[in-house]
């Protein structure tokens, strides 16, 4: 079975950075699309940043520039490294992996971004 764990959210402020990591098991994570996404309050989760087979990355015009998401096969884990963080960058974000075409999301890691 996919389990998905996203860590290093929390408190930090505007201009500060913060690494998000994605820790994933039961799959070959190599073979895997990975994406982030964030989500706030009465909205609908966004596509923040993905990366797929041959590290062929994409971002959102937000977060271009500021965010870079990568990820480490040897440990099963992916990353977004954001940096310049703004208040708007406030959120919940989950990681996803996709697996033979299904979704697999973590719980979610809270970013707050203090002005």
């Known amino acids: 079975q996919v389990q998905v764990v996203e860590s290093g959210g929390g408190l930090v402020q505007a201009g500060g950075s913060l690494r998000l990591s994605c820790a994933a098991s039961?799959?070959?994570?190599?073979?895997?699309?990975m994406g982030w996404y964030r989500q706030v309050p009465g909205k609908q989760r966004e596509l923040v940043a993905e990366?797929?087979?041959?590290?062929?990355?994409n971002y959102a015009d937000s977060v271009k520039g500021r965010f870079t998401i990568s990820r480490d096969n040897t440990k099963n884990t992916g990353y977004l490294q954001m940096n310049s963080l703004k208040p708007e960058d406030t959120a919940v974000y989950y990681c996803?992996?996709?697996?033979?075409?299904?979704?697999?999301w973590g719980q979610g890691t809270q970013v707050t971004v203090s002005s």
């Open positions: 990366i797929f087979s041959g590290d062929i990355t």
């Open positions: 996803r992996q996709t697996v033979m075409n299904t979704n697999y």
């Open positions: 039961g799959t070959i994570f190599s073979s895997n699309a």
